[in-house]
T-cell receptor, first 115, second 114 residues
Framework: DTGVSQDPRHKITKRGQNVTFRCDPISEHNRLYWYRQTLGQGPEFLTYFQNEAQLEKSRLLSDRFSAERPKGSFSTLEIQRTEQGDSAMYLC?????????????FGPGTRLTVT | GDSVTQMEGPVTLSEEAFLTINCTYTATGYPSLFWYVQYPGEGLQLLLKATKADDKGSNKGFEATYRKETTSFHLEKGSVQVSDSAVYFCALINSGGSNYKLTFGKGTLLTVNP
């Protein structure tokens, strides 16, 4: 169990640019989640995958955001035409199936700064 | 929708003091309740959980009891240590609804001084 990893850890980009983040979950976990956390707030749910299927997207996830999980392994989160309001910590988590849904293992996060 | 409210921080205590961090929730159905902790420079970690009313979750000297009548899940520790300094998040997952996403409170920063 090597834990959930995320790459990059920090990203600074200019408004209007596209960015992509990667998450590698714990290998035997079939559920993968993305959350966003802003300063002074708890994480907010963005989207979730069961294996390769994206089963739910939050209303927070505008059309500029897209997430994939090809082959049910790693996942990517892309933000197109970034805006300053996208600046946040993006967290990835994974868990075993339904019974362990609340026991989510979080990665260290990717901190995005849009200038 | 589901929501979690936890006491505003920051909380500053001396070593060996008693800790309580209040958490209340609003949810339909039968939520499971969690406390997650974020140590400086680290990712969120599950601290303890309770899945039904009157359950007590415990770990590392921390305890919390699921109180359905008061919709609360307060975190307690009898004697805090400097190493407990962290941000603590109360959270729920709603088995009756969206049984995949955690709904978090805003977090409470705890600082323990020697």
């Amino acid at each position: 169990d090597t834990g959930v990893s995320q790459d990059p850890r920090h990203k600074i980009t200019k408004r209007g640019q596209n960015v992509t983040f990667r998450c590698d979950p714990i290998s035997e976990h079939n559920r993968l989640y993305w959350y966003r956390q802003t300063l002074g707030q708890g994480p907010e749910f963005l989207t979730y995958f069961q294996n390769e299927a994206q089963l739910e997207k939050s209303r927070l996830l505008s059309d500029r955001f897209s997430a994939e999980r090809p082959k049910g392994s790693f996942s990517t989160l892309e933000i197109q035409r970034t805006e300053q309001g996208d600046s946040a910590m993006y967290l990835c988590a994974s868990s075993r199936g339904l019974a362990g849904a609340g026991e989510q293992y979080f990665g260290p996060g990717t901190r995005l700064t849009v200038t | 929708g589901d929501s979690v409210t936890q006491m505003e921080g920051p909380v500053t205590l001396s070593e060996e003091a008693f800790l309580t961090i209040n958490c209340t929730y609003t949810a339909t159905g039968y939520p499971s309740l969690f406390w997650y902790v974020q140590y400086p420079g680290e990712g969120l970690q599950l601290l303890l959980k309770a899945t039904k009313a009157d359950d007590k979750g415990s770990n590392k000297g921390f305890e919390a009891t699921y109180r359905k009548e008061t919709t609360s899940f307060h975190l307690e520790k009898g004697s805090v240590q400097v190493s407990d300094s962290a941000v603590y998040f109360c959270a729920l997952i709603n088995s009756g609804g969206s049984n995949y996403k955690l709904t978090f409170g805003k977090g409470t920063l705890l600082t323990v001084n020697p």
